[in-house]
């Protein structure tokens, strides 16, 4: 057990180094260069490192024998000497000698440039080194990073670094700066953003939790317990409570909420509350601006059929957003407009997405996840909007039509007395064509860069628009601000799960996140956990191994933990466990089959020695039926045996074998009296010799049968395995069989037997190819 005897006495000043986007320092992190650690470690408080005193310091000692009791004494005065050692976590106390600010900190890393310290932007702004704001702030995404505003440095900064040991902290309190937040809305973030990110808290701080890209709750540390500039905030328990920071601020937060609440999803006021899809089935619903309203999709023809997304508007002059993507190991998150597989932004009143048979997202997909997404540009101002009704459907799609046959509505085949006017594309008949075109050149116009056409004098046309560097158009002011939100932005659109990805376009943002975000979550195939899919010592997505294994970097490196093959007992690492089964059932499809025992009544297989010869001179015989027949004579010919097969025989049909389980009915006396009630009476020399000769005749066709008595046990497997492969055509009946033989079926009472029927089939699966399966 260490103690400490007294504390951590450490001072220094550092330049504070440029930023560097790659190298983003999040929460309350810094970093300092390697000289600080050994200063660090030499100012360390001297601690004593207690001892286990029953365990012998030396080889030799021996306690019995005291001339080995001195070398003991020196090795104990050696090793329990006191230690220096850095307390755990270091914190530091920060300050900017030109403003005197104050913020506490806790360590990343000891990698800084000497002389240099590296600071999150966090810390740069509560020192007043960015923008000059004049409160403490720390900004956080929803994936942990954080974000500032200013970072750049213009001149080099001396910030003056203390060692300060912080208390554990027990409660904090904290007063929101803004009213009408709801608890469910930002206490799960407020939680993660203060373990992911935070080894400290400084009393005055404002705690800034971004939600998405819009909301943002602002928290004021304004207590804090034990009393103090700041505390510690790891491995403690530590309660946390919010308080208004007046009166007013309470009652606006009340009515927000009472406001909201009319407004929940699943009222007449709010936006759906979601559900199941069904093929063939519609869903009617309606959305808020700037909420989701999410269906799963669980069942689906997956015969080879794809699937269509239709989504109706309710409204001309709405913006909806149509998303779907699909749950498994590889995408877990709900699609929103920066996350998702397959989407659609544009403007028409009538969308769909078509996803493919052969569409390689949908082959381990557990659930199709589809979100109806209403597009805001500002939430104060969409509250007093009414929801957006919408018609969704899911079908199976029809490969002869394409995506947008049903969508857009195009002019009709002309008849033969028709004609196609050239202004509005319509068919006319040919003796109204110049009433029709005198009016139609008077009151419309047609748009040759969309083939629409429009009244002249109408609001729709007036407020028509293309986009001067895509095919996108529109007929409202506010698609066109849509549009040019989404894909030409003012500025990039950071990803909030990295700090190494911009994407000058919402959708490729989104194809980012579900692609090669580092912080985009898988289920791991080897630790069955909800993991990112590329940790901070992964691989990257570029390596060889990566790319070649189709694993991601998390799981090629997580499969590199071994495991034993339950076939074989090798040591495999889990990322080979696939390949090296592969190998074993390559093993067990090629397996040539067993070859049963000749005697019609065994159970058991034969064990073939090399070149098969064992097989020609047992006669096709298990070694337990070959067994009361071998002799050493020398019998190159086969007579002998012939004779001794001939003799047992005999012996059948004269005397019968005596056992009451016997079966042979055809060749044995007892078997008839079992089978027929009675004691048969047997037969004489002349009345069986005709039944043997023919078989005797043949013994040099090894695949006759012979009729030989055997135990209970082999004949009860011979008789199972003949029912199982009756009614199992899984197999052939070689290897029922010799799984039979291998689990030691045929005796114990019934419900032994189902057991050792179980694990019959499960040797089966292991070792036995079925019926018709090749290697491939």
Not at 632 to 644: H, N, Q, T, V
Request: proline content about 6%; some cysteine.
């Amino acid at each position: 057990m260490a103690t400490t005897q007294d504390s951590l006495n450490w001072s220094a000043q550092y330049q504070v180094a440029p930023s560097d986007r790659t190298a983003k320092l999040q929460g309350d992190k810094i970093t300092l260069p390697q000289s600080a650690l050994e200063a660090l470690l030499a100012a360390a408080p001297v601690v004593s490192i207690g001892k286990d005193s029953s365990r012998p310091y030396t080889s030799t000692f021996d306690p019995f024998n005291p001339y080995t009791f001195a070398a003991e004494r020196e090795a104990r005065q050696q090793l329990s000497d006191r230690q220096q050692q850095l307390p755990h976590p270091l914190t530091f106390r920060l300050m900017n000698p030109q403003n005197g600010r104050i913020v506490y900190a806790g360590i990343r890393e000891f990698s800084a440039e000497e002389n240099q310290m590296r600071l999150s932007a966090v810390l740069q702004d509560a020192l007043g080194l960015g923008s000059g704001s004049s409160a403490v702030t720390r900004e956080q995404t929803p994936n942990g990073d954080v974000e500032m505003g200013a970072s750049d440095i213009a001149t080099p900064q001396v910030i003056t670094v203390h060692a300060k040991q912080l208390p554990k902290g027990t409660y904090v309190r904290l007063r929101p700066l803004e009213a009408g937040y709801d608890p469910e809305d930002w206490k799960s973030l407020l939680e993660r953003y203060l373990r992911d990110n935070f080894t400290t808290l400084t009393k005055g701080e404002i705690l800034s939790i971004r939600s998405g890209r819009r909301e943002k709750y602002q928290f004021l540390v304004d207590k804090l317990e034990p009393d103090g500039e700041g505390i510690c905030i790891v491995d403690t328990d530590l309660e946390v409570d919010i308080e208004a920071l007046n009166e007013e601020q309470a009652r606006e937060t009340l009515s927000r909420k009472l406001a909201k609440g009319q407004h929940a999803p699943g009222t007449t006021q709010g936006s759906s509350a979601g559900g199941v899809l069904i093929i063939g089935e519609q869903q009617t619903g309606q959305v808020l601006a700037g909420e989701y309203v999410d269906y799963e999709l669980k069942m689906w023809p997956r015969d080879g059929q794809g699937i269509d997304f239709d989504l109706e508007l309710g409204l001309d002059e709405a913006e909806l957003d149509l998303f779907v993507s699909p749950f498994s190991s590889r995408q877990r998150a709900k699609p929103r407009d920066d996350e998702h597989v397959f989407g659609d932004f544009s403007s028409r009143s009538s969308k769909r997405i078509r996803l493919s048979a052969t569409n390689v997202e949908l082959e381990d997909a557990e659930t199709l996840y589809v979100s109806i997404h209403a597009y805001s540009e500002s939430t104060e101002q969409d509250k007093s909007l009414r929801p957006i009704p919408f018609v969704l459907r899911a079908i199976a799609a029809n490969p002869e039509t394409s995506n947008s046959d049903s969508i857009n509505n195009t002019a009709g085949t002309p008849l033969i007395d028709e004609v196609i006017c050239k202004n509005c594309q319509q068919p006319i008949p040919k003796r109204t064509l110049p009433l029709h075109e005198a009016f139609c050149y008077r009151n419309n116009i047609f748009c040759r860069k969309c083939n629409q056409v429009f009244l002249k004098n109408s609001p729709t046309w007036k407020t028509h628009w293309h986009c001067p560097h895509d095919a996108s158009h529109g007929n409202t002011p506010l698609s066109q601000r849509k549009h040019n939100l989404i894909y030409h932005p003012p500025t990039p659109y950071p990803c909030p799960g990295c700090s190494s990805f911009d994407a000058p376009t919402l959708p490729s943002l989104a194809h980012h996140r579900v692609t090669l975000c580092p912080t985009k979550e898988i289920l791991c195939q080897f630790c069955h956990l909800v993991v990112p899919q590329q940790g901070p010592d992964d691989p990257s997505f570029v390596d060889p191994e990566v790319l070649m294994s189709g694993l991601t970097p998390h799981e090629l490196a997580d499969g590199a933990r071994t495991t034993e093959c339950h076939l074989c007992n090798k040591i495999v690492r889990l990322r080979d466990m696939k390949t090296h089964l592969m190998i074993h059932d390559r093993d067990r499809i090629s397996r040539p089959k067993p070859r049963m025992c000749s005697n019609a009544l065994c159970g058991r297989t034969v064990k073939t020695s090399t070149e098969g010869r064992q097989v020609v001179q047992q006669l096709g015989l298990c070694d337990e039926c070959f067994g009361p027949l071998y002799v050493s004579s020398y019998d190159p010919e086969g007579k002998a045996l012939k004779r001794r097969v001939e003799r047992r025989m005999l012996q059948q049909l004269m005397a019968g074998c005596g056992k009451r389980w016997c079966r042979n009915a055809d060749f044995c006396r007892t078997a008839r009296g079992n089978m027929g009630g009675g004691e048969d009476r047997g037969m004489s020399a002349k009345e069986a010799l005709p039944l043997v000769k023919p078989v005797i005749d043949h013994l040099d066709n090894i695949g006759d049968s012979l009729f030989l008595c055997v135990d209970e046990a082999s004949q009860r497997r011979r008789e199972i395995a003949s029912l199982l492969a009756d009614t199992d055509a899984e197999y052939e009946p070689e290897w029922w069989v010799q799984a039979l033989e291998e689990v030691r079926a045929g005796t114990g009472s019934e419900a032994e037997l189902e057991e050792k029927l179980v694990r019959a089939r499960e040797w089966l699966g292991q070792n036995a190819p079925r019926r018709g399966e090749v290697v491939k």
